[in-house]
């Protein structure tokens, strides 16, 4: 009875892996010290607090709208703190990033916010799913930044590209 149990458990341990590698949840992020050429744009709602259901249902809004073409761009997000453990509150703009402000009509409720050109940022990039990448991308960030002996701002941008690969950025003190 024992070996079944081993057998099955294997099995299942091996799909499960392999899915988390298709997913590209093996790769590694590739990282690099740039200033900003552009700015970044995201339509979205700002939400402030401990994550619950309603910060879970602005992700699922967001997704939703992007998926409909009712927001045309990639999912993103842009936090404004750096909530490591479980229960701290956190500061976001959560939605998607868009080329401009002039396009698109938002739907009731959206706004935009902006991230400048011109601003130094330790940008992590990996090809990943969007549920996986933020996992592989924020640590990495951090690891570097003590490597390098970076001050981090704790201003955070996110993007998921279905087509290209995440990326997150983090301000760098100058």
Do not use: C
Not at 130 to 155: D, I, Q, S, T
Request: aromatic share 12%; charged share 25%; proline share 6%.
């Amino acid at each position: 009875m024992s070996r079944w149990f081993l057998t099955i458990g294997g099995t299942l341990l091996l799909i499960f892996a392999g899915a988390y590698a298709w997913m590209g949840g093996f790769r590694t992020p590739q990282l690099e010290l740039v200033t900003t050429q552009q700015p970044i744009f995201v339509a979205g709602r700002y939400y402030k607090g401990i994550p619950d259901k309603e910060f879970g249902k602005l992700f699922a809004e967001a997704n939703e709208l992007y998926r409909k073409g009712t927001i045309k761009g990639v999912l993103g997000n842009i936090y404004y703190n750096d909530a490591d453990t479980e229960g701290e509150e956190i500061e976001a703009f959560i939605g998607v990033v868009v080329p401009d402000t002039t396009r698109q009509q938002l739907p009731i409720g959206y706004r935009y916010r902006a991230f400048a050109a011109g601003q130094r940022v330790l940008r992590a990039r990996v090809k990943a799913n969007f549920m996986l990448a933020p996992g592989l991308l924020h640590p990495a960030l951090k690891k570097e930044a003590e490597a390098r002996k970076l001050k981090l701002r704790n201003v955070f941008v996110e993007q998921f590209p279905e087509d290209a690969p995440a990326e997150m950025l983090v301000t760098v003190a100058p």
